[in-house]
């Protein structure tokens, strides 16, 4: 059963719907949306419409439906477990596989391989069971999975408080001249184009810090941290600097590097850290770059030599 959440108005005012995407909720704006048009969310006990204004002293109740028992099958896929015990699972997701079931992914996703391996929370719902966050379809990397509810809101409000230590390694187009630096921008959907972000006064607030560890001409390899979480975060702020990350469909314009074609942008999720939910014992997962990446990388001039 997914728990009901209390959100007491203190400062912020505002339409119910942006405030609402300003609480780094589980939750889509288009399903929150529905649940407000069907009544699962109220403030102070009565339904409103999208456009009330929240004052002050309001309280705003979510009360999720309930949900079918999970259509999605199981499929005996292959899972790459960097760690697992009762309540966590941290997978290495590789290249071109989609989170969750969703439009157009019904099979093959990671979830789909989850259900075979173990059981997951239930927390978000049927099509996302266990998933605690996310990495886009061509981004590879660590992903952490819960087995259990009380997992699954433990490691949520890690990532809520900016607890997990989250590292990427991007390949992007252009040099530095920094060694390092903070982009912080905030971002929300696209005016025009609804299915990408962009970065736009009004939108959430995201900061992104980044860290070159190799120069090659014409490109960077950069390590990047995430303070915060947003769609699409790092491949956005990548771009509004004007370096987008070599192989976006998206953001960028390229899918081919030299004489390598590549399946999407070059994005790993290298680096993950995280406070074991049960135990407290603080755990940190390291990962490889991926062949293809390192095979991109070799096709590069380097302009001075630094350890990866």
């Known amino acids: 059963m997914m728990e009901k959440t209390i959100i007491n108005i203190t400062t912020q005012v505002g339409r119910i719907d942006a405030i609402l995407a300003k609480e780094d909720l589980q939750y889509s704006r288009t399903t929150l949306a529905e649940w407000l048009q069907n009544g699962h969310i109220l403030v102070n006990n009565n339904k409103v419409k999208r456009s009330y204004k929240v004052s002050v002293g309001d309280t705003i109740s979510i009360f999720p439906p309930e949900v079918a028992s999970t259509e999605i099958i199981a499929e005996d ?82 990532l809520k408080a900016h607890k997990n230590d989250r590292i990427y390694y991007a390949l992007v187009r252009g040099e530095f001249s920094e060694d390092s630096g903070t982009i912080n921008a905030p971002i929300g959907r696209h005016p025009v ?67 390598v074609s590549l399946m999407g942008q070059l994005l790993h999720a290298k680096t993950l850290s995280l406070t074991q939910p049960t135990t407290g014992e603080e755990l940190r997962f390291d990962s490889s770059l ?14 001075n030599q630094t350890d990866i």
């Open 77 to 158: 896929i292959p899972l790459d477990i960097v760690y697992e015990d009762n309540d966590i699972l941290v997978v290495n997701k590789p290249q071109g596989m989609v989170v969750h079931p969703a439009a157009g992914h019904s099979s093959g996703t990671l979830v789909n391989a989850l259900l075979h391996h173990a059981p997951l929370s239930t927390i978000n719902g049927t099509f996302r069971p266990g998933i605690v966050h996310r990495i886009d379809r061509d981004t590879s990397g660590l992903l952490m999975v819960a087995k259990n509810d009380v997992a699954h809101k433990a490691l949520s409000a890690q």
């Open 290 to 303: 991926p062949t293809y990446f390192q095979e991109a990388l070799a096709t590069l001039t380097p302009i």
């Open 193 to 259: 184009d609804r299915k990408r972000q962009a970065v736009q006064v009004g939108g959430r607030e995201a900061i992104t810090h980044f860290e070159v560890v190799h120069r090659y001409v014409g490109f960077t390899l950069l390590k990047v941290r995430l303070e915060t979480g947003r769609t699409h975060q790092i491949r956005v702020h990548l771009t509004y600097i004007g370096h987008p990350i070599v192989g976006d469909p998206v953001y960028g314009n390229a899918q081919k590097l030299a004489d």
